[in-house]
């Protein structure tokens, strides 16, 4: 029986819903309004742009209609996953312009840009002019000040082969061939239908800072970065870049294998194995020619080269597939890793999540690492250390001298850090740059960042060979990134080659093994992130293949390399 002086009282249902700001703010209306009006309210004017939310450990979109009670933490433009969900909502806007201007072009988002953008290109006609570049422009203005919903719906297969077959967009009707459900999304703009494999802002009124700029082939639309998203960065020179690119899109089309769809058709077709085997020629031959041209200026005052790169770009194989043509070539190097000079664990700081930032130079023994480098070239004999990852400590390696006619090769994420260089004349040095600078995208308009790719492999990585978890992997990769972004990524063109690391067929390979570790993650905001890379390669067919050689660059993640103890003798007599 009910006590008369109980707090409980018979009410009318109520018929609005509540979100709970982290703030401590509470906003109501009635059920069913779309989440940014909710946060029109709660931050009006403010520059930096809250574009989705996370809602009970989920990322939901802006448009999504609030059923209940909720509590919701914005997710602003300066925040990772607010920038990619701003580019693809832009992406999306340049598309349906370019469309409606030009309905027979079909764009093509390529690469992205060092200073923040995509390069662009346009097939079934002439590149675009820079008067068609200016009226493409005037239409995303256009759309903008008009403020046009993106809507998100719901469609059979068939309708989404149908949408994309009578606009001859074959890698989406290529990529539909292995969907494995009945009807997927697909996102709606002035009529226009297409398919992204992430959300959406809510409407082309959130869309006001980008930039169309006309480049040889293309041209580039440009956006801020997350860290100032409302100004954009200076142009940057990236020559040696786009050339890296344009000689991976050649190797895709000797492979023919130019988006996932086709990746999935090799597969099913029973050619992987082919494709395999020249992806890996191609390497090869490409590590051939940089010795070559090392060799061409060896001599007693070229004895150095520095291999740098980001995390998980395969520098460490690289650098010993290099040693080892060198010897073909009647050059005996000696491969020394920059991951051995890593202070003991215990004197180095901690980043997110209180993980060990490995990839800050401040994680390096600088002083020691440059004793024993002028130790070596003087013909000293030196005790190398090598880095237990496990403990945490380093322990004596190897003792060795090098000779007079050997050259060293360095390698390591800050080998061409001026800090680290600064006591070395310049023009001894030679600078390689390693990174997987994939363009096997899912499709015309859906890019597979190189970064994903990298931490992928990185994920992968950790596992097999550090025993870390794939959440210990994603708490630390904001720092990783940070720290490619002020210590790697602004001396790239600083090198004298660079060598792209991607291989096309090494997604199929790597999902298998990272899908489980994915599924693992339980940490609300890192399951997010998680989730986000299930998805796109949830359109990826698995595979795995024994074939792989033991000193494929791929090796490296998945284990089972042949070079993973390779070490040369430094006297050549006994080679």
């Known amino acids: 029986m009910q006590s008369e002086h109980s707090p409980i009282r018979q009410t009318e249902a109520r018929n609005s819903v509540q979100v709970c700001l982290p703030d401590g703010r509470a906003f109501e209306a009635k059920r069913d309004t779309p989440l940014y009006e909710f946060f029109n309210t709660a931050f009006p004017n403010r520059q930096d742009l809250p574009v989705a ?48 201007l030009f309905p027979g072009a079909r764009l093509f988002i390529d690469y992205s840009v060092p200073y923040g953008g995509y390069f662009c290109e346009v097939k079934g006609r002439e590149p675009f002019t820079t008067e068609e570049l200016s009226r493409i422009k005037e239409q995303m203005r256009r759309l903008v000040q008009e403020d046009k919903p993106i809507e998100r719906q719901y469609h059979t297969i068939d309708e989404a082969r149908k949408v994309f077959a009578s606009r001859g967009e074959e890698s989406k ?86 988006d996932a769809g086709s990746l999935n058709e090799v597969i099913r077709s029973g050619r992987i194995e082919q494709v395999i085997l020249v992806s890996e020629a191609l390497h ?28 998980s770009s395969g520098k460490t194989t690289f650098s010993k597939r290099l040693a080892v043509q060198l010897l073909a070539g009647g050059i005996h190097p000696y491969p020394l890793a920059m991951d051995d000079y890593f202070l003991p664990r215990a004197r180095l700081r901690k980043g997110n999540g209180g993980t060990i930032d490995f990839d800050s130079i401040t994680a390096l023994d600088i002083p020691f690492f440059e004793k024993q480098l002028h130790a070596l070239l003087s013909g000293e004999k030196v005790t190398l250390p090598h880095y237990n990852f496990k403990s945490g400590k380093r322990e004596k390696g190897p003792t060795v001298r090098l000779k007079r006619d050997q050259i060293l090769i360095v390698e390591g994420i800050h080998g061409l850090n001026p800090h680290l260089l600064e006591n070395l004349p310049e023009e001894e040095v030679f600078r390689i740059f390693v990174s ?74 790597l999902k298998p093994l990272v899908e489980p570790l994915l599924l693992q993650v339980r940490d609300p905001k890192l399951r997010i992130e998680a989730e986000r890379l299930l998805a796109f390669l949830a359109w990826l067919v698995p595979y795995s293949s024994k074939h792989i050689p033991g000193n494929s660059i791929l090796r490296e993640f998945i284990g089972g390399s042949t070079l993973r103890k390779f070490r040369l003798d430094l006297a050549p007599s006994r080679i």
Request: charged fraction near 25%.
């Open 53 to 100: 939310a996370i809602v009970g450990e989920k990322l939901r979109e802006l448009a999504w209609p609030v059923p209940r009670d909720v509590e919701a933490s914005p997710v602003f433009l300066s925040d990772s996953d607010g920038m990619r969900i701003y580019c693809r909502s832009l992406s999306f806007l340049l598309i349906v312009a370019a469309y409606e």
């Open 173 to 258: 009707v290529r990529l539909l061939k292995d969907f494995g459900e009945d009807h997927l999304h697909l996102y709606s703009l002035n009529g226009f239908l297409d398919y992204f494999y992430g959300y959406m802002v809510p409407s082309t009124g959130y869309l006001h800072t980008f930039a169309l700029e006309p480049f040889p082939g293309g041209f580039i639309l440009r956006f801020p970065r997350h860290e100032n998203p409302t100004k954009f960065l200076p142009p940057q020179r990236f020559t040696a870049l786009r050339e890296v690119f344009n000689e991976y899109g050649e190797w895709l089309d000797v492979l023919g294998v130019r």
């Open 284 to 311: 090869e031959k490409r590590i051939a020619e940089i010795a070559f041209i090392i060799a061409k200026r060896h001599d007693e005052d070229h004895r150095l080269v520095f291999i740098a790169g980001p995390s």
């Open 436 to 509: 997987a600078l994939t363009q096997l995208n899912l499709d015309s308009h859906n890019r597979v960042p190189t970064t994903d790719t990298r931490l992928i492999r990185r994920i992968v990585r950790d596992a097999v060979n550090r025993g870390y978890s794939a959440t210990a992997t994603l708490a630390m990769w904001e720092d990783v990134r940070q720290g490619e972004k002020q210590n790697i990524f602004p001396y790239q063109e600083q090198a004298d080659v660079m060598f792209n690391s991607a291989l096309v067929y090494e997604l199929a390979e």
